[in-house]
């Protein structure tokens, strides 16, 4: 696609990219995304996707992050299920 204008440029198609360019357009804005490579191809691409709410400190980062995972199965129902969202819990053995 070859737009001329946006109101919104966003450069960076990483998960924070395409988090403000996705927010944006739901809203209405008129949005364009510039990614030198492709979607994904950095870091966002090349993690495992694991979304921790363990113990953090400090405390409100903790609070933060449950807010942020409860938010994902809707996310991925929104998004058509593609996401591939597991919530599968974790042990942590001291």
């Not at 696609?1 to 360019?21: C, F, P, W, Y």
């Not at 944006?24 to 979304?51: C, F, P, Q, T, W």
């Amino acid at each position: 696609m070859n737009k001329v204008s946006a109101e919104v440029t966003i450069i960076g198609g990483g998960v924070r990219g395409l988090a403000i360019a996705y927010g944006l357009a739901k809203k209405g804005v008129d949005v364009v995304l510039l990614e030198k490579r492709h979607i994904a191809a950095g870091a966002s691409g090349l993690n495992m996707g694991y979304v921790n709410i363990s113990a953090k400190n400090p405390a409100f980062y903790t609070r933060f992050s449950k807010i942020s995972a409860d938010m994902y199965p809707d996310l991925n129902e929104e998004l058509g299920g593609d996401i591939e969202y597991e919530r599968n819990g974790s042990l942590h053995v001291a």
